[in-house]
């Protein structure tokens, strides 16, 4: 273990801003592909639902 | 009896496989994620050329390596696409195409990020860089080609042979640090062995782990939405919607 407490953490001997900048981005963009995959595979659940009714009409 | 690949291969089959899969290879990711970031934050030491800036590393190496992977990935199934004109083998690589372009984005953003603090620029025109930026704009110009084409099966042949013609990108990325004389550092695991510290090195490869089983995950997910959109004509695909 590197760190003497949570404020030398979060510093990263001074490199904090690019090493969190890059992780906070990653997070980001995984966490708004989770999002987006959902969104999609429910849209698109509820398109064909709607179309199936369409036709049976 | 023996595994029927072929079986497997059926749209109807397969998104069956795919959604039993989802989770081991979500909840995979998820853990393998806790346990790289540990190793990576509390047991790997400091650098002693770099300092605490390496930490980059655990996401921005399985990141570039992703998001060739991937692209290697999408090249095989779009050829597999071509040559025997399977349903599915299109779909494959249409759902892997976003998240290797988050991980090529990926790289990039965390390569920048890196780079600043270490060589002093965000960015460099350098072999490596340029080469991974191209392969970006592979990802993104095929999603448009894909998303610019009406005809299914003419967007799928048209973004299978973009894809083929954009794999000679992946080596040149490869070897970009061996061809030119690069900013960018040479590879730290090489077939004859790595130059890493043990525990830095065993932080990356968890890491890199995690990604893949996310990829996987992310792609199954994807291809699944793909299959009910695709079929939606057949009897199977009727019967979930109604239930």
């Known amino acids: 273990m590197e760190w003497a407490s949570w404020s030398d953490f979060w510093a990263m001997g001074g490199y904090g801003l690019y090493v969190w900048g890059s992780y906070a981005v990653t997070g980001l963009a995984i966490v708004a592909e989770i999002i987006l995959l959902r969104h999609g595979r429910s849209q698109t659940l509820k398109r064909l639902r709607r179309m199936r009714k369409w036709e049976e009409q | ?243």
Do not use: C
């Not at chain 2, 050829?79 to 990039?108: D, E, N, Q, Y």
């Not at chain 2, 939405?225 to 109604?242: G, N, P, Q, S, Y």
């Open chain 2, 1 to 243: 009896m023996a595994f029927n690949l072929y079986y497997y291969a059926s749209p109807a089959t397969f998104y069956g496989l795919a959604g039993r899969l989802i989770p081991w290879f979500a909840w995979g990711a998820g853990i393998l994620t806790l346990i790289g970031l540990y190793i990576g934050f509390f047991m790997a030491p400091t650098d002693f050329q770099q300092g605490e800036a390496y930490r980059v590393i655990f996401i921005h190496v399985p990141a570039a390596w992703m998001g060739m992977f991937i692209y290697l990935v999408m090249a095989f199934w779009s050829a597999i696409g071509l040559a025997f004109k399977t349903r599915l083998s299109f779909m494959m690589a249409r759902a892997l195409a976003p998240t290797g372009a988050l991980f090529t984005f990926i790289a990039l953003w965390t390569g920048a990020l890196w780079g600043k603090p270490m060589w002093g620029a965000w960015w460099v025109w350098d072999a490596r860089l340029t080469s991974t930026l191209i392969l970006l704009f592979l990802y993104v110009g095929i999603m448009a080609l894909w998303a610019a084409i009406d005809d299914r099966q003419r967007g799928d042949k048209a973004g299978a042979l973009l894809t083929l013609v954009g794999v000679v990108n992946v080596p040149i990325i490869y070897f970009s640090v061996q061809w030119w004389n690069t900013l960018h550092q040479g590879a730290s695991i090489k077939p004859s062995g790595t130059s890493m510290d043990e525990i830095m090195l065993a932080g990356m490869l968890v890491m890199a782990f995690a990604a893949w089983f996310y990829a996987i995950a992310a792609a199954l997910v994807r291809v699944r939405t793909l299959i009910l959109e695709r079929e939606r004509h057949t009897d199977w695909v009727k019967a979930i919607l109604e239930s």
